[in-house]
């Protein structure tokens, strides 16, 4: 077998083009629905409303999900081998969970705006731009940590030219891996 090719699992090799469809309908209809509503969104100008930029903000994050996450996450599924190069391997579970992050703190920000709107009527409301660059920088603060616990071999650069190209890519599941998930999912 030639490592530097890629090869489907044996659990899939039966059923990959159903499985290749069911996720293209998904992805295709994430792309396509978030597109178009944020399309409205900017070209009716809805963003100057703060509840518009939150949805517009939400949409972006689940057209990032759509487009390039679920791709690339059905495709290293459905490969037993990695060759995708050290830049993914590392790269990946922060595309993984940088757009949920996004969407779950936007959602936060809406319920605080929502409750300030309410209880407070006469309080100018909170910064939509603002927020939103909030969202975004503590996002990618939340999943900086996980490229420390990557680890990545060239199995080229180990056993010769036979393997140039393929890579071995995993998390290293150590004690503080694990506190860290922990205390994430606590969050």
Same mark, same amino acid.
């Not at 044996?10 to 597109?35: D, E, T």
């Not at 689940?62 to 490969?79: E, G, H, N, R, S």
């Not at 909030?134 to 680890?151: D, F, Q, T």
């Given at each position: ?8 699992? *044996?659990?899939?090799?039966? !059923?990959?083009p159903?499985? &290749? ?9 994430? !792309? ?8 409205? &969104? ?5 963003y100057r ?6 949805? +517009? *903000? ?10 390039v ?25 922060? /595309?993984?969970?940088?757009? &949920?992050? +996004? ?10 705006d929502?409750?300030?709107? &309410?209880?407070?009527p ?7 731009? /603002?927020?939103?660059?909030? !969202? ?21 650069? /180990? ?13 290293n ?13 606590? !969050?």
């Amino acid at each position: 077998m030639d490592f530097r090719q890629p090869y489907i699992k *044996n659990s899939l090799r039966y !059923v990959y083009p159903l499985f &290749i469809l069911l996720h293209a309908v998904v992805c295709l209809c994430g !792309v396509c629905g978030n597109g178009a509503m944020l399309a409205v &969104i900017l070209r009716r100008k809805l963003y100057r409303s703060p509840t518009f930029f939150f949805l +517009a *903000n939400l949409a972006l994050s689940d057209f990032l999900k759509a487009a390039v996450v679920l791709p690339i996450t059905v495709t290293t599924m459905m490969f037993g081998n990695w060759i995708f190069g050290s830049f993914l391997c590392f790269s990946l579970p922060m /595309l993984h969970s940088f757009p &949920i992050h +996004a969407s779950m703190l936007t959602h936060m920000v809406i319920a605080i705006d929502r409750y300030r709107l &309410i209880v407070y009527p006469m309080k100018s409301r909170i910064p939509a731009g /603002l927020c939103m660059i909030a !969202v975004w920088v503590i996002g990618v603060c939340v999943v900086l940590p996980y490229a420390v616990y990557i680890k990545y071999y060239d199995l080229g650069a /180990l056993l010769g030219i036979d393997f140039d190209g393929v890579g071995l890519c995993w998390i290293n599941m150590s004690k503080h891996t694990q506190e860290y998930i922990r205390a994430m999912f606590v !969050v």
